[in-house]
């Protein structure tokens, strides 16, 4: 089984409509992470969280939250979808006592109409 | 603020020969990891190699070797003998070791092995 899941895999939405992207993990890690991926601007980092108590914007938060439920789920919701919205959506986490690598989820692909 | 730079859109290479992908970053860390992330078609990101800036020897895995080279702020990744499986986006991505929270992304390149 994946570490780190995502649902849905796929989104259609319509604009202003409210959307919640999940993210759960079993690797025990505290760090989570939301990124958004975007043709031929790589990776962005939306949210990030330490631990349940501890959420971070990071460089493109606007129109974005998250709520970190426990700490194997962090939840991104779009509270009124817009177009340029549509993206790769990715959850990562990692465990600096290990490693500082991040381990990805397999990815959210979002399109807003 | 830190920048990572992937000058090559694009890049091809025949299958079995071996390639360079560029990546420069622009920091005033001292201390910081440096990554390679590959993406396939499947999209699920996938880590190459890992170089920390302290260690002055180069990262290799298997066929997958780096050019790190601080004072340049150049982090190259070699492919040698490339397959198929070898074709997909690769990232080059930067953290600084005193925050710890944040990548720092390339633009990507994308990667075609010609049979």
């Known amino acids: 089984d994946a570490d780190v899941t995502q649902t849905p895999r796929n989104r259609i939405t319509k604009t202003g409509k409210r959307i919640m992207l999940e993210c759960s993990q079993t690797?025990?890690?505290?760090?989570m992470y939301w990124y958004r991926q975007d043709p031929g601007l790589g990776l962005r980092l939306i949210y990030y969280?330490?631990?349940?108590?501890?959420?971070n914007k990071g460089e493109i938060s606007d129109g974005y939250s998250v709520s970190r439920q426990a700490q194997a789920k962090f939840s991104l919701s779009l509270e009124s979808a817009i177009p340029n919205q549509t993206a790769l959506y990715f959850c990562a986490t990692s465990d600096p006592q290990v490693s500082y690598e991040q381990y990805f989820g397999p990815g959210t692909r979002l399109t807003v109409t | 603020a830190q920048t990572v730079t992937q000058s090559q859109p694009e890049m091809s290479v025949q299958e079995a020969e071996t390639v360079t992908l560029s990546c420069t970053y622009d920091?005033?860390?001292?201390?910081?990891?440096l990554f390679w992330y590959k993406q396939p078609p499947s999209r699920q990101m996938i880590l190459v190699i890992r170089q920390e800036a302290y260690k002055q020897q180069n990262a290799t895995e298997n066929r997958f070797s780096v050019n790190f080279q601080k004072a340049a702020k150049s982090f190259s990744l070699k492919i040698s003998d490339s397959q198929l499986g070898d074709a997909a986006m690769y990232f080059c991505?930067?953290?600084?070791?005193?925050?710890?929270?944040?990548?720092?992304f390339g633009t990507g390149t994308s990667l075609t092995v010609i049979p």
């Open positions: 690797k025990g890690h505290d760090r």
């Open positions: 920091t005033s860390e001292s201390d910081y990891y």
């Open positions: 991505a930067f953290l600084p070791w005193n925050t710890g929270n944040q990548f720092y």
């Open positions: 969280s330490f631990d349940v108590k501890d959420i």
